[in-house]
Nanobody, 114 residues
Framework: QVKLVESGGGLVQSGGSLRLSCATSGIIFSIYHMGWYRQAPGKQRELVALITSGGNTNYADSVKGRFTISRDNAKSTLYLQMNSLKPEDTAIYYC????????WGQGTQVTVSS
């Protein structure tokens, strides 16, 4: 059974930082491409950042220079370091993995107050 469990969300003031984690099980983590998506109220889910199995990264323009995606293959865990947070970063953040099949976590709420 594949499981992706996000943690680390919460309430933070504008300019603050949070680190999200996504603990996985049931997959060979090292061969999966991983990513973070987010969905704000009333908006479509959007890509935040991706990291390939080889470690290549890609970011949405809105988070470039502020967010950093990383992975620890030994711990089967994905991370998202979020700095200089803005109110518009408020959303539910979802962990995602993909190889031949895609899997999603249940999401973690991030709220940035102004």
């Amino acid at each position: 059974q594949v499981k992706l469990v996000e943690s680390g969300g919460g309430l933070v003031q504008s300019g603050g930082s949070l680190r999200l984690s996504c603990a996985t099980s049931g997959i060979i983590f090292s061969i999966y491409h991983m990513g973070w998506y987010r969905q704000a109220p009333g908006k479509q889910r959007e890509l935040v950042a991706l990291i390939t199995s080889g470690g290549n990264t890609n970011y949405a323009d809105s988070v470039k220079g502020r967010f950093t995606i990383s992975r620890d293959n030994a711990k089967s865990t994905l991370y998202l370091q979020m700095n200089s947070l803005k109110p518009e970063d408020t959303a539910i953040y979802y962990c995602y993995c993909h190889r031949t099949t895609a899997y999603w976590g249940q999401g973690t709420q991030v709220t940035v107050s102004s």
